[in-house]
T-cell receptor, first 113, second 113 residues
């Protein structure tokens, strides 16, 4: 049981390039989330999904797109990377229910130069 | 904006109890208090949650004041591995459970040998 797996773990992009971050969970969780964390800050919610085929915006959605075509996968896309998107990205998943705990991946460290 | 206030940092001697305070003076009747921690830039890890009664599990105890405006997370015998950033989060209960977690800056706990 791998839990929540993020791919890749590290990436360096040039300004204007695009990329997709993959989050995969094997716990059959309904809810999935993408957060970003900047140095010395807490996590900020980018987008989330409450089920296959559904997505919603979080606190800081600009510059990102997401897709949840399969229940186990949640993709985060950067169409045209900017230096301001340099951050550590965390994915999380939760099962349905009022007080279920969230399980987090180990993070993707992205640098945009 | 986060609904909680935590001290930015605390120290604790190894083997002693670590008491981490959290102020949530605007908490509503249907909001729970959650605690997560983040060890050395790994993904956050769930610790405990509660509504109004004190809670205890294998990791920690949660003490919530009678007026629910503040709480304390207690690690009974802190070890060096407990050095982490601890996040206190207030989140409303809903049957579907799809309300995302909103993180503040947390408290950086340093356990000292």
């Amino acid at each position: 049981n791998a839990g929540v797996t993020q791919t890749p773990k590290f990436r360096v992009l040039k300004t204007g390039q695009s990329m997709t971050l993959l989050c995969a969970q094997d716990m059959n969780h309904e809810y999935m989330y993408w957060y970003r964390q900047d140095p010395g800050m807490g996590l900020r919610l980018i987008h989330y999904s409450v089920g296959e085929g559904t997505t919603a915006k979080g606190e800081v959605p600009d510059g990102y797109n997401v897709s949840r075509l399969k229940k186990q996968n949640f993709l985060l896309g950067l169409e045209s990377a900017a230096p301001s998107q340099t951050s550590v990205y965390f994915c999380a998943s939760r099962e349905v229910g009022g007080n279920t705990e969230a399980f987090f991946g180990q993070g993707t460290r992205l640098t945009v130069v | 904006d986060a609904k909680t206030t935590q001290p930015p940092s605390m120290d604790c001697a190894e083997g002693r109890a670590a008491n981490l305070p959290c102020n949530h003076s605007t908490i509503s009747g249907n909001e729970y208090v959650y605690w997560y921690r983040q060890i050395h830039s790994q993904g956050p890890q769930y610790i405990i949650h509660g509504l109004k009664n004190n809670e205890t599990n294998e990791m920690a105890s949660l003490i919530i004041t009678e007026d629910r405006k503040s709480s304390t997370l207690i690690l009974p015998h802190a070890t060096l591995r407990d050095t982490a950033v601890y996040y206190c989060i207030v989140r409303p209960y809903d049957l579907s459970g799809n309300t995302p977690l909103v993180f503040g800056k947390g408290t950086r706990l340093s356990v000292i040998a």
